[in-house]
T-cell receptor
Framework: QKEVEQNSGPLSVPEGAIASLNCTYS??????FFWYRQYSGKSPELIMS????GDKEDGRFTAQLNKASQYVSLLIRDSQPSDSATYLC??????????FGKGTLLTVNP | GAGVSQSPRYKVAKRGQDVALRCDPI?????LFWYQQALGQGPEFLTY????????KSGLPSDRFFAERPEGSVSTLKIQRTQQEDSAVYLC????????????FGSGTRLTVV
């Protein structure tokens, strides 16, 4: 069974701190890796994608991928209360199906 | 429209009732996906269309679930004889390049079976 595992949290950080969200996956054939943000009552929104080992930065967000360890993470620098949401990790193996983790609830305290 | 549109936004069904959920993908998007998201869980794959062809329905939980996309655009997810365990948010997504580039979800339909 292909699985994506995330710590469900909640993860609570003070405003301005770095939030670190982690994800592991079981399928070594996974090719593409994504982070979605989901506000309460809303649909998931794609915020980061990463395809090769290393870091990818976009504004305050950095995605990190380590295929050998089957590990992907998301760092949020200078966390803001508006970053409070559930963060979903998702991976693809085939060319069409996304497998999601259960999500980590992040709360940024003012 | 600019995004994926789903209707209705909310649906309350009595147990045993049939329901139909509609998805209007982004214009020109070949690929269309349905996902089910239970409370506190991540979305789970239900089915995938490429144009009008349903290429994968392996995620449909039972034969009470049926999806179609007859003209390769609008899609309908039908659930027959709804049960309480069908209560969830049903998400539709479309893509013009396949999941390897991620895809855009609609706002979802929240189904509550009472």
């Amino acid at each position: 069974q292909k699985e994506v595992e995330q710590n469900s949290g909640p993860l609570s950080v003070p405003e301005g701190a770095i939030a670190s969200l982690n994800c592991t996956y079981s399928d070594r054939g996974s090719q593409s890796f994504f982070w979605y943000r989901q506000y309460s009552g809303k649909s998931p929104e794609l915020i980061m994608s990463i395809y090769s080992n290393g870091d990818k930065e976009d504004g305050r967000f950095t995605a990190q991928l380590n295929k050998a360890s089957q590990y992907v993470s998301l760092l949020i620098r200078d966390s803001q209360p508006s970053d409070s949401a559930t963060y979903l990790c998702a991976v693809t193996g085939s060319n069409y199906k996304l497998t999601f983790g259960k999500g980590t609830l992040l709360t940024v305290n003012p | 429209g600019a995004g994926v549109s789903q209707s209705p936004r909310y649906k309350v069904a009595k147990r045993g009732q049939d329901v139909a959920l509609r998805c209007d993908p982004i214009s020109g998007h070949v690929s269309l996906f349905w996902y089910q998201q239970a409370l506190g869980q991540g979305p789970e794959f239900l089915t995938y269309f490429q144009n009008e062809a349903q290429l994968d329905k392996s995620g449909l939980p039972s034969d009470r679930f049926f999806a179609e996309r007859p003209e390769g655009s609008v899609s309908t997810l039908k659930i027959q004889r709804t049960q309480q365990e069908d209560s969830a948010v049903y998400l539709c997504a479309s893509s013009d390049r396949g999941a390897n580039y991620g895809y855009t979800f609609g706002s979802g339909t929240r189904l509550t079976v009472v």
